[in-house]
Nanobody, 121 residues
C-alpha cells in the first residue's frame, strides 16, 4: 500500500507538495500521480520511471514536477495552482518495468488512498 501526504488548501497561485511512500520502489518502476475532481473522470497528471524520464498532462506542464528521492518517496510539486487543480490526488506504482510505455492506467499494482487538494480563488 502507498500513503499520500501533503494535501490541503492553497490559494490560487500558491504551491503544495504531495508526497507518497510506504513501499520499496527499486530501480525499475513506473510511478504516477492521478487526480479526480467531483463529477469528472480520473486523470493521469504525471508519470516518472526508473531512468528519470517524466511525462505530464498538458494542463499541468510547466507548473507541476514529479520526482522520486533516495528514500523511495514519490513527490508532486505543484506550483501556480488554479481552482481547476482542485481534486483528490492519488499516487500509483508499478514495479519491475523499465518504462511507463506499456503501463496502462489500470495496470498499477500499488495505489494510495488519495489526498484532497483544495484551491481557492
Amino acid at each position: 500500500q502507498l500513503m499520500e501526504s501533503g494535501g490541503g488548501s492553497a490559494q490560487a497561485g500558491g504551491s503544495l507538495r504531495l508526497a507518497c511512500g510506504g513501499t520499496y520502489i527499486g530501480r525499475r518502476f513506473c510511478a504516477a500521480w492521478f487526480r479526480q475532481a467531483p463529477g469528472k473522470e480520473r486523470q493521469r497528471v504525471s508519470q516518472i520511471y526508473g531512468s528519470g524520464n517524466t511525462a505530464y498532462a498538458d494542463s499541468v506542464k510547466g507548473r507541476f514536477t514529479i520526482s522520486v528521492d533516495e528514500t523511495d518517496t514519490l513527490y508532486l510539486q505543484m506550483n501556480a495552482l488554479t481552482p481547476d487543480d482542485e481534486a483528490i490526488y492519488t499516487c500509483a506504482l508499478e514495479r519491475g518495468v523499465g518504462s511507463c510505455v506499456r503501463v496502462g492506467d489500470a495496470d498499477y499494482y500499488f495505489w494510495g488512498q488519495g489526498t484532497q487538494v483544495a484551491v481557492s480563488s
